[in-house]
């Protein structure tokens, strides 16, 4: 996956990201997994050990397990409405893109260890916040959180991933904190730190006894 911190494309590039990520045994490779180990493998290579990522943005409606599967959510959306109100809800959605300009971006702190260490601010301008719900809902699901504190002031989680490809683990924990600015409008503060380590290797299976001769 290219990179997603840099955004430059560098040659290096190909070899972030897991093609699929095992959590709990579960294999995912949507593109929330691609995502998050992309950008955990850039923070690995590119800044000490130890530093954590603290991402940023403001966006519409609360956190909610649906926005797992975002394709549904949409034909949900469309299937609900007839050609007629498709067109009123389009003109609507212009109006107040004109009104407040387009989604803002997502910032991101990036936060070495070590008490006099300055955080480094990075802006991922060409990342609209709406994607910010999307992958944070991942993060939820994967730490096993329930359905019902997703949306608290304060959630923390931890789990860890699996690349049997690139032989990798994951140990990820993040700390969530969300606010209500409005009816339909959150600002979401993510803290998350990780390590990533080599992937043990399997242990060899017991040997079984041949059967015994007829």
């Known amino acids: 996956m290219a990179g997603i911190l840099n955004n430059t ?39 000490p050990p130890g530093t954590a990522l603290e991402l940023a943005a403001s966006s519409g409606g609360p ?29 609507d959605a212009m109006a107040v893109l004109e009104l407040i300009g387009p ?3 997502i910032s991101l702190r990036m ?19 709406d994607l910010l719900p999307f992958l944070l809902a991942w993060l939820l699901e994967w730490a096993s959180v329930a359905d019902a504190l997703w949306n608290q002031p304060r959630v923390r989680g931890a789990f860890s991933g699996d690349d049997p490809t690139r032989r990798f683990r994951y ?3 993040f700390e969530l904190r969300s606010r209500l600015l409005s009816e339909e409008l959150y ?4 803290r998350l730190h990780f390590r990533r380590e080599p992937l043990p290797q399997p242990e060899p299976a017991e040997p079984v006894s041949p059967p015994r001769p007829a």
């Open 187 to 190: 600002h979401r503060n993510l």
């Open 9 to 47: 494309g560098d040659a290096k590039a190909g070899s972030y990201g897991a093609k699929t990520l095992y959590v709990r045994g579960f294999p995912y490779a949507n593109t929330a997994a691609k995502f998050w180990t992309s950008v955990l493998d850039e923070v690995f290579a590119a800044y």
């Open 111 to 129: 936060i070495p260890p070590g008490k006099d260490a300055e955080p480094q601010e990075i802006e991922l301008d060409y990342l609209d916040a």
């Open 171 to 173: 140990l990820v924990a």
């Open 63 to 91: 956190l909610v397990p649906v926005l797992l599967t975002p394709e549904i959510m949409l034909q949900r959306g469309m299937d609900r409405l007839t050609e007629d109100e498709n067109q009123e809800t389009l003109h």
């Open 103 to 105: 989604p803002g971006s």
